[in-house]
Protein backbone atom coordinates (compact mmCIF):
# COMPACT_ATOMS: atom_id res chain seq x y z
CA UNK A 1 0.00 0.00 0.00
CA UNK A 2 1.38 3.63 -0.85
CA UNK A 3 2.01 5.78 2.08
CA UNK A 4 1.69 9.70 1.44
CA UNK A 5 5.26 10.27 1.97
CA UNK A 6 6.23 8.37 -1.00
CA UNK A 7 4.67 11.08 -2.88
CA UNK A 8 7.66 12.97 -1.68
CA UNK A 9 9.83 10.67 -3.05
CA UNK A 10 11.52 11.04 -6.63
CA UNK A 11 11.62 13.90 -8.55
CA UNK A 12 8.59 16.21 -10.18
CA UNK A 13 7.17 14.92 -13.15
CA UNK A 14 5.67 16.66 -16.22
CA UNK A 15 2.91 18.47 -14.59
CA UNK A 16 0.89 17.13 -17.80
CA UNK A 17 1.50 13.39 -16.44
CA UNK A 18 0.35 14.17 -13.38
CA UNK A 19 -3.15 16.06 -14.78
CA UNK A 20 -3.80 13.25 -16.64
CA UNK A 21 -3.24 10.78 -13.50
CA UNK A 22 -5.74 13.31 -11.64
CA UNK A 23 -8.19 13.58 -14.69
CA UNK A 24 -8.44 8.98 -14.26
CA UNK A 25 -8.57 9.64 -10.79
CA UNK A 26 -11.73 12.18 -10.82
CA UNK A 27 -12.86 9.55 -13.94
CA UNK A 28 -12.88 6.61 -11.54
CA UNK A 29 -14.59 8.47 -8.80
CA UNK A 30 -17.24 9.48 -11.04
CA UNK A 31 -17.38 6.04 -11.58
CA UNK A 32 -18.38 5.26 -8.31
CA UNK A 33 -20.63 8.11 -7.71
CA UNK A 34 -22.60 6.57 -10.40
CA UNK A 35 -22.55 3.01 -8.96
CA UNK A 36 -23.71 4.78 -5.35
CA UNK A 37 -26.46 6.46 -7.62
CA UNK A 38 -27.37 3.14 -9.00
CA UNK A 39 -27.55 1.70 -5.41
CA UNK A 40 -29.67 4.51 -4.22
CA UNK A 41 -32.49 4.33 -7.43
CA UNK A 42 -32.62 1.15 -6.81
CA UNK A 43 -33.60 0.83 -3.25
CA UNK A 44 -35.74 3.59 -4.07
CA UNK A 45 -37.65 2.29 -6.87
CA UNK A 46 -36.57 -1.18 -7.39
CA UNK A 47 -38.71 -3.36 -5.11
CA UNK A 48 -41.31 -2.95 -8.38
CA UNK A 49 -39.01 -4.39 -10.56
CA UNK A 50 -36.93 -7.68 -8.56
CA UNK A 51 -38.02 -9.18 -5.88
CA UNK A 52 -37.06 -8.63 -2.27
CA UNK A 53 -34.07 -10.84 -1.50
CA UNK A 54 -32.61 -10.26 -5.16
CA UNK A 55 -33.56 -6.44 -4.57
CA UNK A 56 -31.20 -6.27 -1.36
CA UNK A 57 -28.47 -8.04 -3.12
CA UNK A 58 -28.33 -5.84 -5.93
CA UNK A 59 -28.49 -2.71 -3.76
CA UNK A 60 -26.01 -3.79 -1.29
CA UNK A 61 -23.42 -5.32 -3.81
CA UNK A 62 -23.69 -2.02 -6.11
CA UNK A 63 -23.54 0.08 -3.09
CA UNK A 64 -19.94 -1.45 -2.04
CA UNK A 65 -18.99 -1.66 -5.68
CA UNK A 66 -19.43 1.90 -5.32
CA UNK A 67 -16.87 1.94 -2.15
CA UNK A 68 -14.25 -0.58 -3.61
CA UNK A 69 -13.83 1.45 -7.16
CA UNK A 70 -13.67 4.77 -5.03
CA UNK A 71 -11.35 3.46 -2.41
CA UNK A 72 -9.11 1.56 -5.28
CA UNK A 73 -9.19 4.71 -7.81
CA UNK A 74 -7.16 6.42 -4.28
CA UNK A 75 -4.82 3.80 -4.54
CA UNK A 76 -4.26 3.77 -7.97
CA UNK A 77 -3.51 7.45 -8.19
CA UNK A 78 -1.13 7.47 -5.56
CA UNK A 79 0.89 4.28 -6.86
CA UNK A 80 0.73 5.87 -10.68
CA UNK A 81 1.87 9.41 -9.02
CA UNK A 82 4.90 7.77 -6.99
CA UNK A 83 5.85 5.47 -10.14
CA UNK A 84 5.73 9.21 -12.41
CA UNK A 85 8.06 10.70 -9.53
CA UNK A 86 10.45 7.46 -9.56
CA UNK A 87 9.83 7.45 -13.31
CA UNK A 88 9.04 3.72 -13.07
CA UNK A 89 7.05 1.65 -15.26
CA UNK A 90 3.19 2.35 -14.44
CA UNK A 91 1.37 -0.28 -12.00
CA UNK A 92 -1.46 -2.70 -13.76
CA UNK A 93 -4.95 -0.92 -13.17
CA UNK A 94 -6.43 -3.31 -10.49
CA UNK A 95 -9.41 -1.17 -10.41
CA UNK A 96 -10.75 -2.28 -14.31
CA UNK A 97 -11.22 -5.68 -13.26
CA UNK A 98 -12.65 -5.34 -10.33
CA UNK A 99 -15.56 -2.82 -11.95
CA UNK A 100 -15.65 -5.49 -14.51
CA UNK A 101 -16.21 -8.88 -12.48
CA UNK A 102 -18.67 -6.37 -10.11
CA UNK A 103 -20.69 -5.16 -12.51
CA UNK A 104 -20.57 -8.99 -14.73
CA UNK A 105 -22.20 -9.72 -11.07
CA UNK A 106 -24.77 -7.25 -11.18
CA UNK A 107 -26.17 -7.50 -14.08
CA UNK A 108 -26.43 -11.54 -13.89
CA UNK A 109 -28.41 -11.22 -10.30
CA UNK A 110 -30.59 -8.59 -12.00
CA UNK A 111 -31.17 -10.81 -14.88
CA UNK A 112 -32.16 -14.09 -12.53
CA UNK A 113 -33.98 -11.59 -10.80
CA UNK A 114 -36.31 -10.58 -13.26
CA UNK A 115 -36.62 -13.91 -14.64
CA UNK A 116 -38.11 -14.93 -11.10
Same mark, same amino acid.
Given at each position: ??? *?????? +????? *??????????? /?????? =????????????????? !??? +? *? !?????? !?? /??? $????? +????????????????????? *???????? /? =?? #????? !???? /?? #? $???
Amino acid at each position: MPR *PRDLRS +GTDPD *PRFTLANERTF /LAWIRT =ALGLLAAAAALEAFGDR !VVP +G *P !VHAALV !VG /LAV $LAAVV +GATSLVRWMRVEIALRRREPL *PVPATTAV /L =AV #GLTVA !VVVF /LV #G $LAA
